[in-house]
């Protein structure tokens, strides 16, 4: 705001039509108001987002959060422009408050970044792995390496000389094999049933 500017706070509020009675310039608004259109033009709400992030939440100052610290986070429910580090966070406040992210990102935004749907469906434990070994850098955007393993038990996906090495894995831990490749080795990814061993394995 210029340093000339009056500082007056209006009692109430008044019709762009009543200003122009007196304020004959068109840039008389906007030249108090950091250069904004003045009243907000028609979807200003949907689209302040890309202003503010250009020139900072400091053009909000003057109006909004001078005297009203919590304006955008009473919108919004969340420290806006989000806080450094909150990119690498956000997952949690996003599994609890969707709505809120979808406001300003709208519903397709999780699949643009992520590559896929987000949260995750129901249904979806049982069908990534179709998933994770096409594209196992979708993955990675959220879990580490370690994620896998806390579930799996081994890494994933199996390094090249895992078939070799797998029997030993195998007889310690089989049911943890049993998660992926079938319900008593029998199942059609599982020992008997996936074409790799046939008949009974001692």
């Known amino acids: 705001m210029p340093a000339s500017a009056p500082k007056v706070k209006m009692p109430v509020r008044v019709s762009p039509a009543q200003c122009t009675e007196c304020h004959k310039s068109r ?6 108001h950091e250069g904004l259109q003045m009243p907000h033009p028609a979807r200003w709400m949907k689209s302040h987002g890309g202003v503010v992030l250009q020139r900072s939440k400091d053009i909000c100052v ?6 009203d610290p919590k304006f955008c986070i009473d919108c919004h429910g969340v420290p806006m422009p989000h806080p450094a580090g909150f990119r690498s966070s956000h997952g949690g406040f996003a599994l609890k408050n969707q709505k809120k992210c979808v406001k300003c990102h709208g519903r397709d935004s999780c699949i643009r970044c992520h590559g896929l749907q987000m949260p995750h469906p129901s249904g979806w434990m049982g069908q990534h792995s179709r998933v994770a070994l096409g594209s196992p850098g979708l993955c990675r955007r959220c879990h580490s390496d370690s994620y896998c393993i806390g579930c799996h038990g081994v890494a994933l996906p199996h390094s090249s000389g895992f078939i070799a090495d797998h029997p030993n894995h195998t007889y310690n831990q089989g049911s943890v094999c049993m998660k992926c490749h ?11 049933g996936g074409g790799c061993h046939r008949g009974g394995i001692d």
């Open 27 to 32: 840039t008389f608004c906007s030249d108090c």
């Open 62 to 67: 003057s109006c909004h959060t001078k005297d």
């Open 182 to 192: 079938g319900n008593g080795g029998t199942g059609p990814q599982g020992c008997f």
